[in-house]
């Protein structure tokens, strides 16, 4: 059952997206500060949502207007292809939003970024990350089944809100230098659960690459947890000792000192970043694995850049969001209340209420959707 796509050239990757953590972490040049007329910008841009009325998942670019702040997100978004495949933007006061407003801030953003993509087989477009259901999970570096991931951070508390980030190339130019027999592996066909989300007549798993290269330009796609459930299924070929070790080495390359860059997630941070060029492990909770009393309170929304890279057909196994985007989970086409628990999965999604619809002569709410549920499904 296993395949195999072209192999890896065994030389290093070069360019802005290999970097080292040590190194970024006193330079601070990937962190964005929003001048008061950005910030007046978001504010207006908020404004127009709510007079118009525009249900969350209808709201476009051109609904959620920012005259200057798009040519900074635009350049954004090319950092983020062509750079260090991460920004941060800091400065959002979300301290003035309710839930959904920030809810509708973060796709109003989204929107001059690239194209939402579902997160779940119920076609939620936007998720609630309250706190890590697996403590082991959350802090193994990985990335997320889409092009590219935005995280607003409502609510976090110093170390126990921190994020971690590691060069997807650094990692393989250190497998190259320390096991290039391991590289293989990369390229090979590996399997992922699907976690019960499979459309009808699917296979519970994808069969997918790890990595691809287009001359100097690594995309890869990790998730260990995923990779070591599928082997629940009889079917799935079990994984060899080199694979083990080839995940081992990945995993202690992007937690080394050298390569991670600990990130502290504040409110008001607006974290953006590349999946297939940046692996990451959120941290919330204490350095003794102790929950906290008041766990942190992000926002998530899976987006293709507008101007994203090419990829063979097969690099995510035919998911498509139906909203124009790749990758993501392909939604069954029903509508669900809530958005379902996720087994082994160290996000937690949560559904806010519905807010009431406005009396006359109030400041209406802004609508996040006409059905039950939160913060999607896709319209079909």
Request: charged fraction near 25%; charge should be neutral.
């Amino acid at each position: 059952m296993r395949g195999q796509s072209p192999e890896l050239p065994r030389r290093p990757c070069t360019g802005p997206a290999v970097w080292l953590g040590r190194e970024h972490a006193a330079s601070r040049a990937w962190a964005l500060h929003l001048s008061p007329a950005r910030l007046d910008e978001l504010d207006a841009a908020l404004r127009t949502v709510r007079a118009r009325g525009t249900p969350l998942l209808k709201v476009t670019a051109g609904d959620f207007p920012l005259p200057t702040l798009a040519g900074e997100l635009q350049s954004a978004a090319d950092e983020l292809e062509n750079g260090r495949g991460f920004v941060l933007v800091r400065g959002i006061p979300v301290e003035r939003y309710r839930e959904e407003e920030a809810g509708v801030l973060l796709w109003g953003v989204g929107q001059h970024l690239g194209i939402p993509v579902s997160q779940d087989a119920t076609g939620h477009m936007l998720r609630h990350v309250r706190d890590a259901t697996d403590a082991r999970a959350a802090l193994s570096p990985r990335t997320e089944g889409a092009d590219a991931l935005a995280l607003l951070c409502l609510r976090a508390g110093g170390s126990s809100g921190r994020t971690t980030l590691a060069s997807s190339a650094a990692v393989h130019n250190a497998v190259l230098a320390r096991r290039p027999e391991l590289l293989d592996g990369l390229s090979r066909t590996h399997f992922l659960d699907r976690r019960s989300e499979q459309l009808p007549g699917q296979l519970p798993w994808q069969a997918v690459p790890l990595a691809h290269r287009d001359e100097e330009m690594l995309s890869l796609r990790y998730d260990r947890g995923r990779l070591e459930s599928a082997q629940r299924f009889p079917e799935v070929p079990r994984l060899s000792s080199a694979d083990r070790e080839l995940f081992d080495l990945m995993d202690e390359a992007a937690s080394s000192p050298e390569l991670r860059l600990d990130i502290d997630l504040a409110p008001g941070d607006l974290l953006l970043l590349n999946n297939h060029a940046v692996l990451h492990a959120c941290g919330p909770h204490d350095e003794d694995g102790l929950r906290r009393e008041r766990p942190w309170h992000l926002v998530q929304l899976w987006f293709t850049p507008h101007q994203s890279r090419a990829l063979p057909a097969e690099f995510w196994g035919g998911e498509h969001s139906g909203t124009g985007g790749r990758g993501g989970v392909t939604p069954r086409d029903v509508i669900t209340p809530h958005t379902p628990h996720t087994p082994h999965t160290p996000h937690t999604p949560h559904t806010p209420h519905t807010p009431h619809t406005p009396t006359k002569g109030k400041q209406p709410h802004v609508r996040p959707l006409r059905t039950p549920g939160a913060f999607g499904p896709v319209p079909r």
